[in-house]
C-alpha cells in the first residue's frame, strides 16, 4: 500500500489514518534543549539541518564492485539476466516464511468445517455408503485445493553459479544502499563506535561487507562471512577478487563459512540481512537470532524486506532479544523505535500496515538504460548491547512521509511512548524552532523534540 497522499484514492485515505487519529489530541511539544541552544547561537545549527536529520538520499555502487559485476557477467545473455533479476525481486518481495503447524492445523479445522457446511449433518445422514464415499473423497479434494490457495509454498531458494549472479545483479545495489542507510545512522549518531570484527550471517555476495568496509575499512582487521551456498561464497570472494580468481582480495582476513562457528568469539558488527525468510521454522529463527546475539559485542542489524511479513520477522527477533533477562544478554533499541514497547503499528491488527522505510538507490549499469534511479522498502532494526545511556534515542522517528502544506506541516510519528502520533505544525502553536525542524524532516528522521499530552491521557 501506498503511503503518500498523492498515490492513493479518497477511499482508502481514511483507513491510512485511522491508526494516528487516536492520538490527535492536544500536545505540547518544544525541541530538545541542546537541539533549541545549537539553533539559537549565532552561526549554529540551522533546523534544516538538525541533528536528526539522517543524511542520506542515495547510495550507487562503488565504481570498482560495478566493473567486477560487468566482467563477471562475461557471455551471459544481458537481457534474460535482466529478466531473471526482476522475477527474483517480485518473488523475494512477496515471500512469506513457512506455515508452522498450529498455523496449518488451525487452517484445516477452518476448512473442513466450512466443507462440512455445504452439506448439513441431515442430509448426510440420509446418504448411504457410498454417498458417504464419494462425499468424503470429494471433501480430501477441496481440502487439498483449498489449503494449497491459502498457504503459502515456502522452500529455501537454492543458488547455483548463475542465480547467484542473478543475485549480484538485481539484489546487489538495493542492499547495498539499504545497509549503507542504516550503517550511516549508527556512525552518525555514534562516533565512536570503531568496529575491529564483522560477522554476517546469510552474508550471500558481500553486500555487508562491501557497505561495512566502506565506512570503517580502517578499523576492522577481520570480516566473517556465513552462507550456506557455496556458489555464493565463491562469488562473493571472486568480486573481491575484481573477477580474477589469481588475484589477491582487495580485503584482509575474509573468512568464509556454511554454518555459523561453534566457538563462543565476540564480534562488534553483526548483520542479518535477508536471510530469515530462508530459515525453515520460527525455532530455528529463534535459534539463530540468540546465537548471533550471544557472539554480538556491540551492534546486531537485522534486515529484511519492507512488507507486511517482513516486519513481522524483523518485529519477531526485535521482541526475543528484548525479552533476554541474563544480564549478560541485556539490550535495548538503538534504531528505528525510540522505545523498547511493543511495536505500535504491529500490534494493530485492523491495519496492516508494515513498519517500513523507503531508500532510492540506483542499479547496475546494465540496467540503468532504463531505470536511473529506483526505490524499494525495507524493515530493520538495530540492537546494542547493555543499557540505553543515548538520551536522543527518545526522539520521535518520522514513520510516513511528512505532509508539507501551506503554513503548516504534518508529522506522523512513533514516540517514546510506543505510541502513533500525528501532530499538525505551525509556528504560531509550537514555535519558529520546531515547526522549521518538522518541516525539514522526512521519512525515517527523528524529530529532536519533547512531546507532552496537556490533558494527561492516555488516547488509546
Same mark, same amino acid.
Given at each position: ?7 492513493? &484514492?479518497?477511499? %482508502?485515505?481514511?483507513? *491510512? ?26 552561526? !549554529? ?21 560495478? @566493473? ?18 526482476? @522475477? ?55 481440502? @487439498? ?5 491459502? %498457504? ?17 545483479? !538485481? ?13 550511516h545512522e549508527i556512525r552518525e549518531r555514534d562516533k565512536d563506535f570503531k568496529p575491529q570484527s564483522f560477522l554476517d550471517f546469510g552474508s550471500g555476495i558481500g553486500t555487508g561487507m562491501w557497505s561495512v568496509s566502506s565506512l570503517w575499512k580502517d578499523s576492522i582487521y577481520e570480516y566473517y562471512n556465513v552462507d ?7 562469488? &562473493?570472494? *571472486? ?80 521482541? *526475543?532479544? *528484548? ?7 541485556? !539490550? ?53 548491547? !547493555? ?14 512521509? %511528512?505532509?508539507?502544506? &501551506? ?7 512513533? %514516540? ?11 509556528? &504560531? ?32
Open positions: 500500500m501506498k503511503l503518500c497522499l498523492r498515490n492513493v &484514492s479518497n477511499a %482508502t485515505k481514511p483507513f *491510512l489514518f485511522k491508526e494516528f487519529r487516536r492520538y490527535t489530541s492536544k500536545f505540547a511539544v518544544k525541541v530538545d534543549e541542546t537541539v533549541q541552544k545549537q539553533i539559537e547561537v549565532e552561526g !549554529g545549527v540551522s533546523p534544516r539541518r538538525h541533528p536528526g536529520i539522517i543524511n542520506f538520499n542515495r547510495e550507487s555502487l562503488p565504481e570498482r564492485i560495478q @566493473k567486477t559485476l560487468e566482467r563477471i557477467v562475461g557471455d551471459y545473455p544481458v537481457k534474460g539476466l535482466l529478466n531473471d533479476c526482476k @522475477k527474483l525481486n517480485q518473488f523475494i518481495s512477496s515471500r512469506h516464511p513457512p506455515a508452522e503447524d498450529f498455523e496449518i492445523n488451525t487452517k484445516i479445522k477452518q476448512i473442513s468445517e466450512e466443507i462440512d457446511e455445504m452439506m448439513p449433518p441431515e442430509e448426510r445422514a440420509n446418504l448411504d455408503e457410498e454417498g458417504l464415499k464419494r462425499f468424503q473423497k470429494r471433501k480430501e479434494q477441496l481440502m @487439498k485445493r483449498r489449503m494449497k490457495e491459502r %498457504t503459502f509454498a515456502w522452500k529455501p531458494i537454492q543458488y547455483g553459479s548463475y542465480e547467484s549472479i542473478v543475485y549480484a545483479l !538485481g539484489r546487489g545495489p538495493l542492499e547495498y544502499a539499504v545497509l549503507m542507510r542504516v550503517l550456506s551456498s557455496r556458489y555464493m561464497n565463491d562469488l &562473493s570472494e *571472486l568480486i573481491l577478487k575484481e573477477g580474477n580468481a589469481n588475484q589477491q582480495m582487495t580485503l584482509r582476513n575474509v573468512f568464509y563459512r556454511q554454518f555459523l562457528p561453534a566457538l563462543e568469539t565476540k564480534y562488534d558488527l553483526v548483520l542479518s540481512s535477508y536471510s530469515l525468510f530462508e530459515l525453515s521454522s520460527a525455532h530455528n529463527r529463534h535459534g539463530a537470532i540468540l546465537n548471533l546475539w550471544k557472539k554480538c559485542d556491540g551492534y546486531l542489524i537485522i534486515v529484511e524486506e519492507g512488507s507486511r511479513r517482513g516486519s513481522e520477522l524483523v518485529n519477531e527477533a526485535r521482541d *526475543l532479544i *528484548l525479552s533476554q533477562e541474563d544480564h549478560c544478554l541485556v !539490550g535495548h533499541v538503538f534504531a528505528p523505535c525510540p522505545h523498547d514497547s511493543i511495536c505500535p503499528r504491529l500490534s494493530n491488527t485492523d491495519d496492516r500496515t508494515p513498519c517500513n522505510f523507503q531508500i532510492t538507490y540506483t542499479p547496475t549499469k546494465l540496467e540503468s538504460s532504463k531505470h536511473k534511479d529506483l526505490t524499494a522498502r525495507f524493515s530493520y532494526v538495530v540492537l546494542k548491547k !547493555g543499557l540505553p545511556t543515548d538520551s536522543t534515542r527518545l526522539w520521535p522517528r518520522l514513520v510516513r512521509p %511528512t505532509l508539507v502544506r &501551506s503554513k503548516h506541516s504534518i508529522c506522523r510519528m512513533c %514516540t517514546s511512548e510506543g505510541t502513533l502520533t500525528e501532530i499538525i505544525f505551525t509556528q &504560531s502553536k509550537h514555535g519558529r524552532s520546531a515547526y522549521r525542524c518538522a518541516r525539514s524532516s522526512r521519512w525515517g528522521d527523528r524529530l529532536p523534540i519533547i512531546i507532552e499530552d496537556k490533558c494527561n491521557t492516555n488516547h488509546k
